[in-house]
Structures are given as structure tokens and as C-alpha cells.
């Protein structure tokens, strides 16, 4: 079985993204050689592992962070860095399926998210470069009533006002494409620099004396009451407590959670810069985009003036050969105007979707915890996940418990045909959104 951890990506090196090539590069941290010990070990260094980090420092605890890679070189350094409101699902499904109280708790939880990225910023002086708005775009003329009625909803039912619907005229006006009739603009959202982010988030928990080992790659672990037991390939760790923040590249570290959160590849394309005419036009007020598309488009106009535009999944281990060209046939979609602009990026990333798209928060055992499984809105929830693995690691349960006590089902098809059966799956609804 291949190891995704390696299977697309040149050990301790960031993919060629845009991301990489504009970020404040991090000082390599050292990897591990040694025995060491702490009070809590973090596997993983992308917005859970690093959130939960920081949430932990500020209580004094001795904090150890391992990441197989460089801090932020998952899909907490790859994606597309909208920083969206509420949870995967709307209010509606939410509802219907755990009740307006639980429903309005994670909403709660979501608004709380942002809050708590923009919190970091601002308290850390993270410079990632931060624009407010999401418009979310329907490619279908028949979604035009049920997004008025989600509007109106979060409107009337959640008192959240920085939400409007936007017509078919509206929608022209806000981009320079036909391929959709209406949406909605969520100035309460946003988009940011998602590496600028991670790195941030790092060098303020090294401050905080936060123990970082990078190329450090975990190959096992074991638990007792009183002790987690990491191994790597040259060292280990000893510590009272740990916490999973791996997402896509878990690999076989714990089977229940890779039960339950399946990898999936997802890719981003840049342009060259575009004259700012041109790159002004295509969205107005610099806002970033996602559709309805159940495999997503979404896009944005970087600060350089590129389009940044993602799209297409694949679903078994390997990147496609060439993703520039597989994600600009998706570019060329919605922007046909493009036709002869290079494309200057093309990088691919894992990310971790689960069955019902909310997050796998878990305790695992009485001093091991688990949270992954973001499907593809990580940025807020990710880094709230960790404040609240954190907050669990020291005894206090209440946020943590409206995640950790959804239901989660796994997979179905158990190791050897997850993958196979989820493909179909995919397929299935990508075919759905051509028709």
C-alpha cells in the first residue's frame, strides 16, 4: 500500500504552489533523534495540531509537535483559504438531522471559528492577507429558491445579517462569467493566504516554547492509563497525553479513525498575473467564489492579481501527471475568456473528507484524542477543532462534547474497497454535476 505521505511529494519540501512561492518561509525545525519527553504530543503540524499546540502552551503544558514534512505542508498549506461561515452542512439538513438545539450549537461553534482565526491573527500579528467575502454561485437555475430560503433562514432563524441573496442580474454584475444564475454574498466571510497562516501559527507557538521536529515522520504509537509512547524512525516521544491531528495522511496509525475519514486529492491552478483591468473584472470586490457543484469549483483573485482557481478531485493515491491542464478545463468553464493566459501553478493536496462532511472529533482512549475529517471547510473549523482538542486535554469537555458527540459512520466497503466504492460514489455525483 503506498504511503501518501510520499507517494505525490519530495520529502521535506512544500509542493510548487503559489502558496510556497509567496510565503514567509519558516526556519526548518530540527527532526527527531532522540528520547524525549512531555506532557503532550501533537502528530501533526497544520491548523489542528498547531491551534491545539498554542491552546495548550497557554496552560503552561510541555508541548511536542511532529510532522512527517514542514509545518503547514498538508492541506493546512494547499487549500483554497476561504475562511467560510457555518459547518459543511446548511442549517436545514442540520436541523433535520440533530435537532434545532444541537443544530444551533454548531453553528455557534462555526461563528465561533472565524472568531478565532481572526483572534490569532490579530493577538500573533499573522500577516496572511485577509480579504472579507465568499459569494457562493448556483449552477443551476432551480437553486435559486432554496438559497433564498437558506438566506432568509440565517437571516430571521440564526440572526446572521452579513448574508444576502443575489439574483440572476446581481450575480452578472459580480462576475464577468455566464455560468451561474444566482447565490449568495456572505461579507461575515472570508479568504487569506492559507501557508502565510500555518507558519503563523507556528512561529507563535515556538515563542510560546513549543517543541516543533519537522521530517520527522511517526511510525507507531502505543498507549497505556499513564503514558503515550510515539516512535519514529530515529526517535521517540514520551508523553502523558496525545492528540491525532494527521487528516488525509493518518495512514494506518489508528484503523477506527481511518475507518471513518477517507483521503481524497484535491488541486489549485494559478494564472499568470492578469493586467488589473482584467483581474478586477472577473470578481468584483475582491471577494472568493465557490459553487454548487457537488465537486466544488472555487476561485479568487490573488493579491498579485492571478486567478487562483480549484477544482476536479481524483480519488485514488497518484496526482494526475498534469494538473495545470486537469483543473484549467475546470477555469475554462467559468471564465472562457482565459483561454490564452498561462497557467504559472498547479499543485495537488489530501485533504479528509468523512460520510456525513462534519469533523471526526473522538477520544480514542483516556489520554489519546483524534480530530480530522474536515471535508474541504478546515481553515476555521480545523483551527477551532485544536482549541477544542486542547480544551479536552485539560479537562474542560463542554464545546468539545457538540462535536465529539456526533455519529459517525464509516465507510462502507472496510479497507480494501473504501476507496474503490468511494470513487464510484464521486464519480456518481460528479456525472450528476453535468447534467
Partial sequence: ???????????????????????????????????????????????????CALTLSQSGLDVVVLDAH?????????????????????????????????????????????????????????????????????????????????????????????????????????????AYFSGSVDIGSGHLHPLKLATGYARAAIKQNVRIYENTEVLNYSDTANQVLVKTAAGDVSAKQMLLACNGYLGNLHAQVAASVMPINNYIIATEPLEPELANSLIQDNMAVADSKFVVNYFRVSPDNRLLFGGRESYGYRFPSDIKSFVRKAMLSVYPQLINTKIDYGWGGTLAITMNRLPYIKQLSSNVISSSGYSGHGVGMATLAGKLCG?????????????????????????????????????????????
Fill in 1 to 51: 500500500m503506498l504511503n501518501l505521505l510520499f507517494t505525490n511529494d519530495r520529502q521535506g519540501e512544500y509542493p510548487p504552489s503559489w502558496y510556497e512561492a509567496t510565503a514567509d518561509s519558516l526556519s526548518r525545525q530540527p527532526s527527531l533523534n532522540e528520547s524525549i519527553q512531555c506532557d503532550v504530543c501533537i502528530i501533526g503540524a497544520g491548523f489542528t495540531g498547531l491551534s
Fill in 70 to 178: 514542514r509545518v503547514g505542508w498538508g492541506a493546512s498549506g494547499r487549500n483554497g483559504g476561504q475562511l467560510g461561515s457555518g459547518q459543511r452542512l446548511d442549517q436545514f439538513e442540520l436541523e433535520a438531522r440533530y435537532g434545532l438545539d444541537q443544530a444551533r450549537s454548531m453553528w455557534d461553534l462555526a461563528q465561533a471559528a472565524k472568531q478565532h482565526v481572526h483572534d490569532l491573527i490579530d493577538d500573533y500579528e499573522i500577516c496572511c492577507d485577509y480579504r472579507a467575502g465568499i459569494m457562493h454561485v448556483d449552477h443551476r437555475r432551480r437553486f435559486a429558491r432554496e438559497t433564498a430560503a437558506y438566506v432568509e433562514k440565517l437571516n430571521d432563524g440564526y440572526q446572521y445579517q452579513h448574508i444576502t441573496f443575489a439574483d440572476h442580474a446581481e450575480v452578472c454584475q459580480r462576475l464577468a462569467s455566464d
Fill in 391 to 435: 480544551q479536552a486535554l485539560t479537562g474542560k469537555f463542554d464545546s468539545y462534547n457538540v462535536m465529539s458527540a456526533i455519529d459517525h459512520r464509516a465507510f462502507p466497503g472496510g479497507k480494501s474497497l473504501r476507496s474503490p466504492l468511494l470513487k464510484l460514489g464521486m464519480l456518481y455525483y460528479s456525472l450528476r454535476d453535468k447534467l
